[in-house]
């Protein structure tokens, strides 16, 4: 399984894909098995270390996908950021064809299930990270201790140790003088997100001024 990057698209920057993963955290789960495919959408939680990038997340024990986890021959987490329609109107240089803008990071690994203590902390980071700044957040700690119990016996958690991540941004970087005017249009339509992470890797490689 791989992703088809141009050169000008690929990104490699460890900070830029894990940000695009924590800002895009409900990811795409997918794995390969004896028994065919297994897809999932759930939140993920980013670990990085000296081990590299591992991503934690869980799935109900209903759902028979975490059977075929460890199992699995392939699995890949997928995440996608802020993408949009870009309009050849666009561009000062003519003619020219419609396209679409986008990020996206594909995770590959291997899949291992979680014992019960390291599932209760995936669960106090994944409230916490999702109720702060709320009123009145909901809190793991609060729960009835029964409640708890059955709660965390019917989900079942895993870690995805990343062995190999493509990582594509295509953000205009192949018509380099055109992307300030795809930021702007993009802005004037309401694509912020877009506009914001162009304008960020555009300063980064010198390409507009600050």
């Known amino acids: ?39 999932s959408h759930i939140p993920f939680v980013v670990a990085r270390g000296a ?37 050849p109107t666009w561009y000062a240089a003519q003619p020219s064809v419609p396209t679409w803008n986008y990020a996206v990071v594909h995770a590959h690994g291997r899949a291992s299930l979680m014992d019960e ?24 700690a609060d729960q009835p201790s029964q409640y708890l119990e059955g709660m965390v016996a019917n989900i079942v958690g895993f870690a995805l140790e990343v062995e190999r991540v493509e990582s594509k941004f295509k953000l205009s970087q192949n018509r380099p003088a055109e992307v300030p ?20 890797h555009a300063l980064a490689r010198g390409k507009i001024p600050a």
Not at 55 to 79: C, D, M, P, Q, Y
Not at 181 to 200: C, F, K, N, S, Y
């Open 51 to 87: 081990g590299g990038l591992r991503l934690l997340g869980h799935v109900a024990r209903a759902n028979e996908h975490w059977k075929a986890l460890e199992s699995a021959t392939h699995t890949v987490a997928i995440f996608e950021g802020p993408h949009a329609y870009v309009s």
């Open 117 to 140: 203590f390291e599932l209760r902390d995936l669960l106090g980071t994944l409230s916490a990270t999702y109720e702060e700044g709320r009123p009145n957040p909901w809190r793991l």
């Open 1 to 39: 399984m791989t992703l088809y990057i141009p050169q000008h698209f690929r990104m490699d920057d460890e900070g830029a894909i894990d940000a695009l993963i924590r800002e895009n955290a409900f990811g795409t789960l997918v794995s390969s098995g004896p028994a065919g495919l297994s897809v």
């Open 181 to 200: 005017r795809v930021i702007a249009a993009l802005e004037a339509e309401g694509e912020t997100a877009l506009a914001a992470l162009m304008r960020t």
